[in-house]
Structure formats: C-alpha cells, structure tokens
C-alpha cells in the first residue's frame, strides 16, 4: 500500500527540486528565461519506498538539477506547503520540521537555523521552484539513482500518515506519535502517543469545541476483505492527549458521534464523547469527564456498540451484532428497536434477515425535532432509485408533553387569517442562491405578504391533497419557508404541475394555477452585492455603500464596515490585518449611508492603524475590492473619523501643519478662545493674564503661560490656527500626520467632547 503522506528527501549525484505553484506573474525575465531553457523530462521516475509517484506535472531538468511541481511534493511528503505571495516566502510543516525559504534568498532556514540552499529558487509561469537537494539534506532521506532505469528510488526511515494533501493532523504508523497544524503556516504540535498497533488503512475524523478541546477518531481498517475496523477515539485538550479509548467493530463501521450539545437557560452546553464500543464517557469544555453510559446494560444486550446521536435523555446506538439501530430513552428508561416501529414489509424483513454485506437495517439518525419527535433517514436496499426518506418516530415518553402542544392549524386556517400582521418570516431560496426574506414587521414588505397570501387562499380554495414520499434533500432547498407569528410553519415549492405545500408526513396540497405561479416567482428578489463609490476613493472623499448584512429580522441592526488588505494565501492572517473604518445602521437588513473615506481604521486590538494606500478589500457581510489614492488636500480626522466640517480643514505653510482653532475648542469640548485685543490664543487662560507686543504677531497662552515660540499661532483669512504639536503641548491628545494619505489625525479619549 503506498502512502501519500511520508515525507521524503535525498542527496543524488544529480541536484533535485520542486515546485510551488503561486500567483506570481509569469512575465519577469527570470521566468522568460528559465522556461526557455529547461528540459522536460518524461521518462524520470520518482519512487517512494518502493511505490512509484506520478506528479500531476512533468518534471524538468534546468543546469543539471530536476524539478518537480511543489504540490505534487507535498502530496508525496505528507507535508504542509504554503505561498505567502506578499512576502514571496514558501513555508513547508512536518513533524519536528519546519522550512522557511523566500524568493530570491540563497539561504533557507530549518527548524530556526539558517543553510545555505544547494541551487536558486526559480520561477517558471508563475511557479516557485525548489531545489530538492536542500530538502535531502535538511531531513536525511535515503535516495539512490538508477542511471540505467532513470529512476529516483528514495527511502525513508519514518512512517508518518496523513490522510490527504489538506490533513492537518499526522501519525506515526510504528510509534503512534500524532502531531497536529493549526493551519498551513503554523508548525506541527506533538499531541501525545496513541497507544496503538496500526494494521492496515488509515482515516482521520476531528470535531472540536471551546476551551481548546477536541476529539480526534482515528480508524484503522484491516483484514480481508477489510471487514474489520479499529476506531481510535482520542481526547485533545489544550494540545495534548487526556484520554483516549479503543472500539472494535466488524463487518459495518459508522463514524461514531462525539460531540454533543444541551440546551440550558444560560446557552448550549456543548460536549465531547468517546467510546470503546462497551462505555460512553461524556468531557465537558475542559476536558473533564462528567458522565458515562454503560451501553450493554442500557441496551440490555452484551454487544459492541456505534453511537449515532446523544441527546439529554437518549442514545441512539447500533449493536454490532445485529445492525438494528436502537433507541434507549433515558427518560422512561425504554429500549426500541427502531426497524420494528418505522420499517414494515420487506424492508424491515430485509432488516431482520440480511446479512450481506453486513447485518441490519439502513436507518441513520437524521435529527432531534423536540418534544420527543426523532427524524431518520432511510435508503430502501430493495428499490432502485436510490431515493432518502425521512421518517419520524415519537418518543413515548413525551406523549403529554405533545398533547398538551398547541394543534397544527389547517391550510384553509391560515388563508383565512393571513395577513401581514400575522406573517413573522418567508424565507425565499433556489438552492445555495438566496433572496432577500419578507418580513411581516417591514412595512416594505407588506405588499408583497398581501399577495403571498393571497396564494395561500388559492390553495386553500382549489388546492388537490395528493401522497408524497417525504424524501430528504440531498442538496439545498427550493421554494418558500414561511413562519406565521402563532409559531405554524409551512413550506411552498415548485412541482411539475404547478405549486405544492406539504401538509404532513406523505402528503402534499397542489395548485395549478398560472397566475398563482406568477405571482410566487415575482416574489423573489435576489439580494444586491455590496455596492460603495466612487472606486477608487480618495482619503477623506465621501463614498456611499448599499447593500445588506443579512439581519433581516431586526428593525435595525449595526453594521460594521472592514478594510483589510488585498488576499493572501491564509485566510486567517489576512482576516487579522482588518481594520475597522466605520460603523453604520442597517434598517430591516438593509444599508444605505455616506461617510467619509478614513485614513486610520481600528484594529482588532483596538488600536488606530493607518490604512494601505492601492488595492485592497472593503468588507461587510459581503466583500468587493476596493482601491485608496491619496487625498486631494489635506484633512484633520479625530479618532480616525474625517471631520464632518469642511471648515476644520488643516493648512500647510513652510513644511507645517496648522488645524483650525475652532477645529481644537469642538475636538476637546475645553475654553480655547481668540482674544482680538492680544491677539492670542487662549487654552485655559483668562485675557488679563496675557502680556506683549502686539507687533510680535498672534500669541499662543496655555494655562497662563506663553508657549514656545514654534508652537505659535498663525492667522489665515481671518481665522486662527495653531500648530499640530500645539495640540498635543496643550491638551496631552497624540497628534499624528500620515503622509500617505495626507491627513492629521487625532486620538482622543471617548469621554472627550469630539463635535463631529
């Protein structure tokens, strides 16, 4: 069996190397001139422990050194490759290794120390390439060269497994070492042993929760004809192995649940679960074991157990033995075979009977619907059309509760009070494509409603009830959600004879009427992308925004406006450098406001950071590009905020900023005044303490005090300025000039009286 994941290198007489591909243009001349130049070579053949791998590019020979496509050697080594296209650096993650190397550098670094690389990093049509001969000897795998057979047969000592090219997660096949990466940029975290004895193929299953806790399932699945199956179940806390546990199957293995969640009054309660097939043990978010389930004894059969669903009062398993899934209800203690109560005929016949190519039935659970109604899902083994069905089982033990749950009203009940009053929601969607929602609240959505239930009157008049399997999507909805505000819901979709609603468990009300039809399709308006102008936009220039957010339930709702830089390779580094550059209110999901374009935005650590000048992305619920010129004059903004008041406008004499007065007295809510008889500036200063001449020109006092004479003030159409600096001398604000995008910017505390 050859596995993908073994990392590889090796000295050769002949200098190897691989490939990334990136997003850099294929137009430099090193590019030009390497493409010229280098050879294909389809006869070479790489071989991994004996198993040959075929790269999805040929490889090429360029100064007697061979390249080959990077990602086809991640593939092959089991590693992790990443582009960073802003800082043209490849970085490669392993167990115990991590490889640095950029762009145009003859050194590379290994686990922090720096080697000289044996031959250039090049590019080819916009692919970065690697000499091997560097990897080999970085890691120390074991190579020989087959002249005569052209062929590269490398070795290697460890025996690493990673399921595919996009795992995270290693394993030692001979140790049982698991290693974990965050993500394609971060280094591989030793978890622990797994206590093990691997025998054949390997897949990996993790789900995770708060507090750095997270179930790793690993299967090993071995035998012939592969019938038997370890499952690995192995608790991760903080980034190291709590508890880990071992379940045995044969013939039939379903992925065992391990995360759970409990509503309470203060929020969902999420757990962690692992089994060995006999017990279940329950982790809370740290980690910490909180229950455990004796499954033989609940189920009253000695078997191994899958665990398909836990809820607070109930278990959904599957003895091995005889593949029945199984319900134990905590509540009233019960036991139910499932088949029994949802399969009848052949089917559950089949059930019963069949033991090829595994005993037991083909019911999965599908869903917890409340008060004690659980959905499954079912695949009829003896029908061709390979249809799912859904099938509902009502717990006995919440019978009163149910009885005592307000009836479901009629069709022709709801026609005959609908109106927009009593219409909470109608979600509209075609698949993955979504339109905007009425909403009954929304006096724009109220004609709309009207003729929506004006359909509804139409089923209710002329509508024909018809049986319906009620299959299971196997893809995204199409049709009409409606929520009434009394808690009824319905569902409205197309069919081949006109409009249908289903009215319970296989069956179905059909309207063919053209106008009805219509009018159910003019109900659909596809929501409107992000919309901001003009683009580009200048420092301190108005730009207008449309759009959504996608609240549209909420009568208003904030929304919040991101810059962030152009993408990058890593999506979470690039969600880091957002800025946020403006706040806003939405009105039943829909935006419409003006601002003007900062020069700083808030980071996520709040502090103020200027914004990149160029290309980059506006961001909201959706994301467009966006690009940022200069300002066309300068522009004083408080907090990052452009001043709303043309006449706060700063001015440049002689290399220095001056801001208006006026601008300082509305920014710091303090007595900044102008005193025509001195003319002087007065902060914190009453006129008889001022002394001078006259002739020296405009004064600047603060608390009494005459200020420097680089902090004086100067006089412009009749109105004062003072220098930046003088800001900071007078009232301690930061006063910063960003020449980028022309603008000061000043940082001021909440509590200050800003004006704007």
Known sequence: MFHRSRLFTFATTAALAV????????????????????????????????????????PFVKNGAMYLPVRDMGELLGTLVSWNASAKSVTMNYPKLTVKLSYGSTNATVNGKTIALTAPLRIVEGRVFVPLRFFSEATGADVEWKEALQTVNITRADDFVKENAWGHIWLDRKTGELYKSRDEQ???????????????????????????????????NYGEPRVQYDAYGVLIHNNKIVSQKKASYFQRYEHNASYFQVYHPNGWLQYLMLTDGKTATVFNEQGKAVKEYDLPALAGKDDVYSIHAVGEDYLVVRPNRTGLLTLIDLKDNSVVVLADKLLTGKDLEYARSNDIPYHGDELYFAGDMGHGTLNFSYNSPLDNNDSTVRLSYDRASYADERDALPKTRSISELASTCKPENVDLVYMQEGDLLYIPLVGANEEDRKSINTFCGILKKFAAKGVQETAPEVIRETFFHGMSIIFTEGDYLEMYRVPQGLAIGVGTGKRLVLDDIQAIRDYEQLKVQQPPLSIGPNPARFGETVHMTGTNGNYKDAESTVSVFWKPPMINNSTKHNEKALLIYTGTAKFGRFDFKFKMPAYGKASDGTMKPLQLGKGIISVDDSSNFELLPASKIFLSVNGVPAADPSFEPVTISGKTYVPLRAIASITGEAV???????????????SAVEGDLKE???????????????????????AYVPIRAVTAAFGLPVAWDNVSRSVNVTVA????TGK
């Open 673 to 687: 005044a102008w005193d025509a008889n001195t003319r002087s500036v007065l902060i914190r200063t009453k006129p």
């Open 750 to 753: 909440p509590s200050t009286n």
């Open 697 to 719: 020109g405009a004064g600047l006092w603060i608390d009494g005090k005459k200020a420097a004479s680089e902090l004086q003030p100067i006089i412009r159409s009749g109105s």
């Open 186 to 220: 971060s280094p591989a975290v030793h978890l622990g042993k797994l206590n093990a004895a691997i025998q054949g193929s390997v897949s990996f299953n993790e789900i995770g929760i708060g507090g750095g806790a997270s179930v790793i399932t690993i299967m090993d």
């Open 19 to 58: 490939t990334l591909y990136c997003s850099i243009s294929a137009s430099t001349p090193s590019a030009v001139n390497a493409a010229a130049n280098n050879a294909a070579t389809e006869g070479i053949k790489v071989t991994l422990n004996g198993n040959e791998f075929i790269p999805k590019s040929l």
